[in-house]
T-cell receptor
Framework: AQSVSQHNHHVILSEAASLELGCNYSYGGTVNLFWYVQYPGQHLQLLLKYFSGDPLVKGIKGFEAEFIKSKFSFNLRKPSVQWSDTAEYFCAGISSNTGKLIFGQGTTLQVKP | DGGITQSPKYLFRKEGQNVTLSCEQNLNHDAMYWYRQDPGQGLRLIYYSQIVNDFQKGDIAEGYSVSREKKESFPLTVTSAQKNPTAFYLC????????????FGAGTRLSVL
């Protein structure tokens, strides 16, 4: 079955700590992968996306993600988090076979000042 | 302002009642989607529509109905058959040829009285 899974459901970090949120996908065909962020009380926003080309993609607010095909992974990273990064993060993928966007379970990130 | 507007922001449903959630977009997007967000489960696809007058069931369509009479509008009805309607509902839209990037509304939180 096609799925996207996120390993961490709740992460607590102190400011300036480094962040890595795991995401794995399990489906075939052309892979398009996304990270969305939902700040408290706000819209779901696109952080970054991977369609093809350079597997290391840069997003907004200093976030980046690396597509590793051999590991079926698309982990989100940020070298130094800020209190304002407190939010829920969703990994999502879409398979060209079905055309549907599939979301992971989400990871709640809490950054302590 | 261009964007996706969901209304109301909060909605309460009585037992046995049908309620309709509004989703309007002025972005001229062809495809529209409805998701349900529950804690720890990410976003799950309820219904989607690729073009006017056509829509498809998503992964959890039971107890829901939609219509797509106009390109701009994709209302979702939560029927009395949906036994666990309490959730956060998100509408999204996608332009043709946008490589599957979906843009989200602010959401409607539905609770049962």
């Amino acid at each position: 079955a096609q799925s996207v899974s996120q390993h961490n459901h709740h992460v607590i970090l102190s400011e300036a700590a480094s962040l890595e949120l795991g995401c794995n996908y399990s489906y075939g065909g052309t892979v398009n992968l996304f990270w969305y962020v939902q700040y408290p009380g706000q819209h779901l926003q696109l952080l970054l996306k991977y369609f093809s080309g350079d597997p290391l993609v840069k997003g907004i607010k200093g976030f980046e993600a690396e597509f590793i095909k051999s590991k079926f992974s698309f982990n989100l990273r940020k070298p130094s988090v800020q209190w304002s990064d407190t939010a829920e993060y969703f990994c999502a993928g879409i398979s060209s076979n079905t055309g549907k966007l599939i979301f992971g379970q989400g990871t709640t990130l809490q950054v302590k000042p | 302002d261009g964007g996706i507007t969901q209304s109301p922001k909060y909605l309460f449903r009585k037992e046995g009642q049908n309620v309709t959630l509004s989703c309007e977009q002025n972005l001229n997007h062809d495809a529209m989607y409805w998701y349900r967000q529950d804690p720890g489960q990410g976003l799950r696809l309820i219904y989607y529509s690729q073009i006017v007058n056509d829509f498809q069931k998503g992964d959890i369509a039971e107890g829901y109905s939609v219509s797509r009479e106009k390109k701009e509008s994709f209302p979702l009805t939560v029927t009395s058959a949906q036994k666990n309607p309490t959730a956060f509902y998100l509408c999204a839209s996608r332009p043709t040829g946008a490589k599957n990037i979906q843009y989200f509304g602010a959401g409607t939180r539905l609770s049962v009285l």
